[in-house]
Each structure stands twice: as C-alpha cells, then as structure tokens.
C-alpha cells in the first residue's frame, strides 16, 4: 500500500507565497513521476507541475514562472513552492505520483488535497 501525504494549503493574500509538501510512503520500489494538479469550484482537475526522477520538470502556462517544483532531500518527497499567487490560483491542490511497487509494477496514487485560498 502507498500513501501521499500532501499539506501547507492555507489562506494567503494576493502576491503572496505558500510551500505545498508531499511526502509518499509504503511498499514504493522507485517513483518515476510526482506532481501537482488542482482543482477549482466546479472546474476539472488541472495539472501543475511535474518533476520526474531525473529532474526534467513541467509546468501549466498559468504557473510559469511563478510556481516551483522541487524535490525535497528527503526520499520520495516533492515541492511546490507558489510565489506571486492570484485569487484564480484557489483550489484544492492535490499531490500525485506515478508509483513503481516492484520492478514492473507502476500505479497511480493521489494525496488527499490541500486547500489554498488567495485573497484580492
């Protein structure tokens, strides 16, 4: 069984700065992929940011420039550092990642969300 623990959501005022954290646990042989999506008042879920084990990272337009994501020191840990957020940067941020139980075996999990809230 694989866990994600995703956390740091909060209430921040417009051009403000919030650190979203993630940290995956259980029977993982090796993650290939961790991220971020979000999800809006009715909205679809939207990705983020993704970082894959090497690095290469990918970003939403909307976040270019503005938001980081980084991996954290910690084993199977991944970041989201968000600088310079907008009121349409609200929503519940959810953390993934693409999960190797054995050498073959891939599946997807999620965290269970983190609310930011980006007063005007």
């Known amino acids: 069984q694989v866990q994600l623990v995703d956390s740091g959501g909060g209430l921040v005022q417009a051009g403000g700065s919030l650190r979203l954290s993630c940290a995956a646990s259980?029977?993982?042989?090796?993650?290939?992929?961790m991220g971020w999506y979000r999800q809006a008042p009715g909205k679809q879920r939207e990705l983020v940011a993704t970082?894959?084990?090497?690095?290469?990272?990918n970003y939403a337009d909307s976040v270019k420039g503005r938001f980081t994501v980084s991996k954290g020191n910690a084993k199977n840990t991944v970041y989201l550092q968000m600088n310079s957020l907008r009121p349409e940067d609200t929503a519940v941020y959810y953390c993934?990642?693409?999960?190797?139980?054995?050498?073959?075996?891939?599946?997807?999990?999620w965290g269970q969300g983190t609310q930011v809230t980006v007063s005007s």
């Open positions: 993934n990642a693409d999960v190797f139980v054995t050498l073959n075996r891939v599946s997807n999990y």
């Open positions: 970082i894959t084990s090497g690095g290469s990272t």
């Open positions: 259980g029977s993982i042989f090796r993650i290939s992929l």
